[in-house]
């Protein structure tokens, strides 16, 4: 929320392009950003009126986010396709299903900084594997991108990681460098029978201020990824 300028810092300052995000116009900073929070909010309309955030948009533009997010076959197997109606918090909708279409509305009108909070956390497996897919060519279009993810899983290909402690900045490196500080630091006691991991403890959202921003105040250990 600090990202997206939701929340104002209490300290520090959150910047976008060196330009305090406070101080962009919300409809030109809209337009260059795409969010899927952790508990994705539809509204009453049809499919196509919330990939398109509720306003004016082509038949073209709309698909083209859908497909951008593996979620145009998903939407035409619903009774109506992209015409399907919807009520708040996406009734008649499962948890992935509203997941996979908040992302199809976070990819809508290419955006230059995507932020995904635990965008994978009410997916199956072939759901994740749709997201994966959409995050790869999202990186390669030169978005870039900040995940908060518990499931590590999200984080394959980012660049860096940021992990915090009681909202603290423990760690902050390559994503292979961070990672093998975290496999060393799993207790050398651990049953003999829990498999081999190289993330023990959860990892979720809250940076102290970066070239990007953000702050929080969730406890435990965190980590952020970025790819760009």
């Not at 897919?133 to 279009?141: E, G, Q, V």
Request: net charge neutral; proline share 6%; no cysteine.
């Amino acid at each position: 929320r600090l990202l997206v300028g939701v929340w104002s810092p209490g300290a520090g300052k959150v910047r976008l392009d060196n330009i305090d995000v406070f101080h962009w116009n919300r409809r030109d900073f809209g337009q260059h950003l795409g969010y899927l929070p952790q508990d994705v909010e539809l509204f009453a309309g049809t499919i196509r009126e919330n990939i398109a955030r509720m306003g004016e948009a082509s038949d073209d533009q709309v698909i083209a986010a859908a497909q951008k997010a593996n979620a145009h076959d998903l939407i035409l197997r619903l009774p109506e396709g992209y015409d399907t109606k919807i009520g708040p918090g996406g009734v008649g909708l499962s948890g992935g299903q509203r997941q996979r279409i908040g992302l199809a509305r976070a990819l809508f009108g290419a955006p230059k900084l995507l932020i995904l909070d635990e965008p994978n956390s009410n997916l199956d497996t072939e759901g994740e594997a749709a997201l994966m897919d959409a995050l790869k060519s999202a990186k390669a279009d030169g978005v870039t991108i900040v995940i908060i993810a518990h499931r590590p899983s999200v984080l394959a290909f980012v660049d860096k990681m940021l992990v915090l402690r009681d909202g603290m900045v423990e760690m902050f490196g390559d994503r292979n460098e961070v990672l093998g500080k975290l496999t060393r630091a799993v207790p050398a006691t651990a049953p003999a029978q829990a498999p081999a991991t190289p993330i023990a403890q959860p990892l979720g959202p809250t940076p102290g201020e970066t070239k990007k921003g953000g702050s929080g105040n969730n406890d435990g250990d965190k980590a952020i990824g970025n790819a760009s």
